[in-house]
């Protein structure tokens, strides 16, 4: 069964074969979506154009999400290409290096905007782009985000603060594209072995600790977020918005 036959779908945050987000690629692409890919830098399309070609995308842009610009320009040429869209992924992070290893108070102001112009901000301004694409056509808008918006998580800093941004933006505009149709939901996924997890300092301690605490004794890997992410994006999800989906082998459920 092809559950997104004839979907259009627009994907944000493909580093490399080990991104969360080609895991949720590649299951929207077995379930039929026609896709289109962007990259953050010149370093990155090296490594995200062959995986994209490799399922057949032809829509392969420069997208850095700090520059108005570029986003306008993904915007225009999808609908120059395709005229509508359908489905869109937004699995994008970045905090600078030193401000998940300092302690949180340590926050510089440029740090705090850094973190939350990319993680946080992105999404409102993609999804004000894409909600103009998806007039009529049940949209869906899916981000990645992780407890450490909830709880203290050590090392995760103005990380957890963006994610808690980012989760309040979820239902805000949830709230704002309901009446056109369009649904807005987050994953927060269980620790996985990424390029960005692995700026993450003790990100090797977080995994260790998570498998042995969460109810089902281990870690979670990207396919099993790509399965939720398909149920969110797809008619299964058609009356779910503004929704937070824990991923984690219940881990967030735990007290002690
Ligand atoms: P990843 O493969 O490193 O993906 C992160 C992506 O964000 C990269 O493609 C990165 O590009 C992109 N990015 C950073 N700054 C950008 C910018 N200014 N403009 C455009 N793109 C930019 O890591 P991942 O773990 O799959 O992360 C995907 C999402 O899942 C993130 O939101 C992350 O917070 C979330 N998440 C991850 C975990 C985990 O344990 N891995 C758990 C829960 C949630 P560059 O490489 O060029 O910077």
Not at 132 to 159: D, F, Q
């Amino acid at each position: 069964m092809e559950m997104l036959k004839g979907k259009k779908a627009v994907i944000f945050g493909v580093a490399n074969e080990r991104s969360i987000a080609w895991a949720i690629s590649r299951s929207l692409h077995e379930e039929g979506a026609e896709l289109a890919f962007t990259y953050a830098g010149e370093v990155l399309e090296k490594r995200v154009r062959p995986l994209a070609e490799g399922i057949g995308s032809r829509i392969i842009l420069p997208c850095d999400v700090t520059k108005d610009g570029q986003i306008d320009e993904v915007f225009a040429t999808l609908k120059a290409e395709w005229g509508a869209l359908d489905i869109l992924v937004h699995a994008i992070a970045f905090a600078a290096k030193e401000d998940l290893s300092n302690p949180y108070l340590q926050t510089s102001r440029q740090g705090f905007q850094l973190a939350l112009d990319v993680s946080s901000y992105s999404l409102v301004a993609l999804s004000r782009h894409a909600a103009s694409l998806m007039e009529g056509r049940k949209g869906a808008i899916l981000t990645l985000t992780y407890m450490g918006s909830e709880k203290v998580i050590p090392h995760y800093n103005v990380m957890g603060v963006a994610k808690a941004a980012l989760e309040a933006s979820v239902r805000y505009l949830a709230h704002d594209l309901g009446p056109k149709g369009i649904r807005v939901n987050a994953i927060s996924a269980g620790p996985i072995k990424t390029l960005a997890a692995a700026g993450i300092p003790g990100f090797k301690e977080m995994l260790h600790y998570s498998s042995e605490r969460a109810p089902l004794r281990r870690n979670v890997d990207a396919e099993e977020v790509a399965r939720a992410a398909l149920y969110l994006v797809s008619d299964m999800a058609s009356a779910v918005t503004g929704e937070v989906l824990h991923v984690d082998g219940g881990y967030n459920i735990m007290g002690m």
